[in-house]
């Protein structure tokens, strides 16, 4: 029998005692440094960030232009088939982004300034800027998202009480959209986490990380609310395994 987390916990109450079972449950399941992003999780980001196969501009991709025909077979040809024929613009250069140039699944390359910026990144995907022959391949692009998703869920290291996995998916995405670093909006959720307060947790995320440029964002806002309810999937479940397991103060 394959051994997944959705029967993992049926699994181990099959062989623990009660009392065994309750102390078991928080650190296999619930224990924020044993999890991964979920691969429902990585469908759903990359639904909401698509594949472009070179560099654009972040700022610009609402504003997406009809592909040209002696660039779609081009682009199919590297793994992509446009559903809606638009596609945001080819940079011609990093520095005529108004945003954050941007390739593949919401892979950001940072420009000069930037604390994250890195010249030999720069100069890595320099071919796929316009008059470059370079494509990316949808492949190239999963591989590299999966690995900034992984980068962006290091913020787990620093929650200290039980999350469920639907929980953590919902941090995960509001990270890669936002940042998982000390100091970013992620730890305002953080602390409510720590202090076991999971529904005011959930709540904030819905103000959170909405604004650019001190203005609110429709596209934003809907995100987190889906973030709000992956958040709270499986919250019922998740605080009896809590309360029998004794643990108290949990809002």
């Known amino acids: 029998m394959r051994i997944t987390k959705k029967n993992l916990k049926s699994l181990i109450k099959n062989i623990l005692t009660e009392a065994e079972w309750d102390e078991q449950t928080i650190d296999a399941v619930y224990k924020p440094s044993n999890m ?17 196969p070179y560099v654009y501009d972040d700022k610009r991709k609402e504003n997406a232009k009809k592909v040209p025909s002696k660039d779609l077979e081009k682009i199919v040809a590297a793994g992509r088939s446009p559903k809606s024929g638009a596609i ?13 140039p941007t390739i593949g699944i919401g892979h950001a390359i940072f420009q000069k300034g930037h604390k994250k910026y890195d010249p030999k990144e720069q100069e890595k995907y320099k071919p796929y800027l316009k008059g470059g022959d370079s494509y990316m391949t949808k492949s190239e692009a999963i591989k590299l998202f999966k690995a ?6 290091q913020f787990k290291d620093r929650i200290e009480a039980p999350i469920s996995q639907n929980m953590f998916d919902s941090l995960v995405s509001l990270a890669f959209n936002s940042g998982w670093e ?36 429709k596209g934003l806002q809907r995100r987190r609310k889906k ?7 499986d919250y019922s479940s ?4 809590l309360k029998s397991a ?3 103060n949990i809002a």
């Open 36 to 52: 991964e992003p979920s691969d429902k999780l990585y469908k759903k980001l990359m639904g909401a960030e698509g594949h472009v």
């Open 88 to 100: 945001p613009k080819r940079l011609a250069s990093y520095s005529e982004s108004k945003g954050t």
């Open 148 to 153: 900034d998703v992984v980068k962006h869920a």
């Open 182 to 217: 000390r100091g970013k909006p992620i730890d305002r959720i953080i602390s409510l986490i720590n202090k076991k307060q999971y529904k005011k947790a959930a709540k904030k995320i819905l103000s959170t990380a909405v604004k650019s440029k001190g203005e609110v964002l």
């Open 227 to 233: 973030e709000y309810k992956m958040f709270l999937a």
């Open 238 to 241: 998740f605080i009896s395994d």
């Open 246 to 248: 004794g643990i108290e």
